[in-house]
């Protein structure tokens, strides 16, 4: 009797133990899918929502701190413990002994980033922002204007990329262009028997549904716009000129495009792992994906291909940014200097997939033999292609300002999240 | 602290702990006063601090412009919550996926619990317990993760339904709601079977017998004798159950295409910044508990905490 007396006790001491460190454990873990948020959030979210009217660019390099704290998309701050030959943070802290730590916190989507960045001031020094959190982040005065002639290696970089609107602002550089590419449409080969051409394969019910539930979205609400480009040529009657700048009645239309779509996908996928899971185990066999994720899977002898669609595509152009709020200005700085040189401008647009900045990176990422390397690369990513850049619907914020003679009649971003919690039902 | 005096009488005076102590001694109320403040300082601060902050902002709103946090009253986002029929969908499937959980972790822990209680050896008892708790001490993610190869297309379950001839099972596992259902059930199982046991272990073997004797047989004796007996331990058991499931949002996101109540508020306050509109949905679940809570107590519940 004393023993289970005993035993009773223990069970309801570790009821309580598992009740806590359960819901404990909940918000920590959503740091894999999802992000860590930090605890300042409410207070931060009521920083200054315009940046200063003139600004002071940060026009000298100091000492570096001994810290360096970044904010990333995957694939884009690697230290080799992935894939041993993709190294460039290793290098860096050798070549800056005064920046001698490097702390990545890697991010899935671009608000995630801008919620970083805008609630956690001083604890990331620079963010790799796309071009639907860079102008957010120059708006809100959370990133600070740069002379780019701290950047030995800017005049270098391809001119449609030394000032783009995406981190170029009244004259500003709020920041140095690191690459760009398109979301492209992957298949399993072994699934197709003829490759898919047009985004209808997963946006025309017809086609669709014969891949029902194989189907794979990307998770963030900015892909109304993939919906909203296959519009663009599907239904020209609905006048879509830019699938960011949308009217009601076309916003409309590509949510109700999205609503349709929803029994036959499988997925939304966030987390760019999610993808490569599902593509692996057959989970999911069509969908949109960045080039990372086609080059993992194809790494491990998974049979997929993507595709340029037709229609076009959406795309990223990725800027470093500094944060005004950074506690290692100077150590960010030199990264930012460090990442456009060309030697690591050819191992990160290797690793990841994607068209470097920095034109001078060609002549490495020709002649690689790492395990991905590619024939042609910047023939094949179309590197100082400026028509087929200009062709790409680059990923920005939707305002409410459509940016024309529509004026003030578009659908600002905030409707967009709420839409997209509506497609996903 | 003796630095701090320096010249020092030749008899000595107690020293200022000591006669701290002494005159503590004699203020028993304060002592314990003094214990408690701190555990219960953070308990009000923290705990019901961060509630109220929530409840008020749920009453403020976001300026789609600026992003910035309007701090006045205003219902919009009830009104949000309650014209969009997104959301009542969402906090229906939500419950009703948390009351599944209960009655079928409930089903299974039950039995479990009554073998470790009643039937088991001493020896046997202690396995079964250490078989129970030792999933508790692995983290959270590594079983979700765990449990998406298990129900993945072609994975361990699959080739066991296969086995036993039902071929279309990947149709139904795999990213859905069955699979998450399934994880859910496997989580929160801990849960149940502990205070079951616990209720079961409490019955006294005398009042069976006596049952018995009446000539109950043991149906009789299992629904007027133990049930009622043990309701309240079930009840206690469905709390975490239901709760646990009601407030996940990670399980949803990596083994399901699905939003709970979690999901939205997750991506109200991370991608939307709207933090207004998530505290507001955030009330939901924090509504439902309440209820929930207040019925346990009528059912004896807290009694068999």
């Known amino acids: 009797m004393v023993q289970r007396k005993g035993l009773a006790a223990i069970a309801v001491i570790a009821i309580l133990a598992a009740a806590c460190s359960s819901s404990a454990t909940s918000p920590a873990a959503s740091s894999a899918p999802a992000s860590q948020v930090p605890a300042s959030q409410a207070a931060a979210s009521e920083a200054p929502a315009s940046p200063p009217a003139s600004e002071t660019p940060v026009a000298s390099i100091g000492p570096g701190e001994g810290e360096l704290d970044l904010v990333a998309w995957v694939g884009y701050a690697e230290d080799g413990s992935n894939v041993k030959e993709y190294d460039w943070i290793h290098p860096f802290v050798a070549a800056n002994p005064d920046c001698s730590k490097v702390v990545v916190k890697t991010a899935d989507t671009s608000d995630e980033m801008y919620t970083l960045m805008s609630n956690g001031h001083g604890l990331y020094d620079g963010v790799s922002a796309s071009g639907d959190a860079s102008n957010r982040l120059i708006d809100r005065a959370e990133v600070a204007p740069v002379d780019p002639a701290l950047f030995p290696d800017f005049k270098d970089l391809t001119p449609f990329l030394q000032s783009p609107a995406n981190n170029t602002v009244n004259g500003f550089h709020y920041g140095i262009s690191h690459g760009w590419g398109g979301n492209t449409l992957m298949y399993r080969t072994d699934k197709f028997a003829a490759p898919p051409t047009s985004w209808d394969s997963v946006f025309d019910p017809a086609k669709a549904a014969a891949y029902k539930g194989k189907i794979t979205d990307y998770g963030g609400s900015i892909y109304i716009a993939d919906a909203a480009l296959y519009l663009k040529t599907q239904n020209p009657a609905l006048g879509i000129t830019d699938p960011y700048e949308l009217t009601q009645e076309q916003f409309d239309a590509a949510v109700a495009l999205l609503k349709a779509q929803h029994p036959f996908v499988g997925k939304y996928w966030t987390s760019f792992t999610d993808e490569i899971d599902n593509f692996t185990n057959g989970t999911s066999t069509i969908g949109t994906t960045w080039q990372y994720q086609t080059n993992t899977l194809k790494g491990s002898n998974v049979p997929v291909e993507a595709i340029v669609p037709t229609e076009g595509m959406t795309g990223w152009s990725d800027t470093w940014m500094l944060s005004r709020y950074a506690k290692h200005p100077n150590c960010m700085l030199k990264w930012m200097a460090w990442m456009v040189t060309p030697e690591v401008q050819a191992q990160v647009a290797e690793y990841f997939g994607e068209a470097p900045a920095n034109p001078k990176a060609c002549d490495i990422l020709n002649t690689s033999t790492k395990p991905y390397a590619i024939k042609d690369f910047c023939t094949a990513y179309h590197v100082t292609d400026e028509a087929f850049y200009n062709a790409i619907s680059f990923w920005k914020t939707p305002i409410r300002d459509c940016g024309d003679s529509r004026g003030n009649t578009c659908v600002p971003y905030d409707e967009w999240v709420a839409a997209y919690t509506g497609v996903k039902g | ?305």
Do not use: C
């Open chain 2, 1 to 305: 602290m003796t630095t701090a005096e320096p010249a020092r009488p030749n008899a000595p005076a107690p020293s200022a702990p000591r006669r701290l102590s002494a005159w503590l001694h004699e203020r028993p109320r304060l002592r314990l006063g003094a214990l408690l403040v701190a555990p219960f300082g953070w308990f009000g601060v923290v705990y019901f601090g961060s509630l109220a902050v929530l409840f008020a902002y749920a009453f403020w709103s976001l300026d789609p412009q600026t992003g910035v946090v309007v701090k006045s009253f205003t219902l919009s986002n009830f009104q949000r919550m309650v014209t969009d029929p997104v959301y009542g969908a969402i906090v229906q499937r939500t419950v009703a996926v948390a009351a599944i959980v209960t009655v079928a972790d409930a089903l299974i822990a039950f039995p479990i619990a009554y073998y470790m209680a009643r039937v088991a050896s001493p020896r046997r008892r202690a396995l079964l317990f250490m078989s129970v708790l030792l999933p508790l001490w692995a983290s959270y993610l590594v079983k979700v993760y765990a449990w998406r190869v298990i129900v993945a297309p072609s994975g361990i379950l699959d080739w066991a339904f296969h086995l036993v001839g039902i071929t279309d099972s990947s149709s139904v596992l795999g990213v859905s709601d069955v699979s998450m259902t399934i994880v859910f059930i496997y989580m929160w199982l801990p849960y149940m079977i502990l205070p079951i046991y616990a209720g079961l272990e409490r019955i006294p073997s005398s009042y069976l017998e006596a049952s018995a004797d009446l000539g109950a047989r043991s149906g009789q004796t299992f629904r007027r004798v133990i049930l009622p007996l043990v309701l309240p331990a079930l009840v206690a058991g469905s709390i975490f159950t239901f709760s646990l499931t009601l407030g996940d949002y990670i399980i949803p996101q990596l083994v399901s295409n699905t939003q709970f109540i979690g999901n939205v508020v997750y991506v109200s306050q991370g991608v939307a910044g709207d933090i207004p509109f998530a505290a507001a949905f955030a009330l939901v679940p924090v509504g439902i508990m309440a209820v929930y809570l207040l019925v346990a107590r009528r059912l004896g519940a807290f009694d068999a905490i």
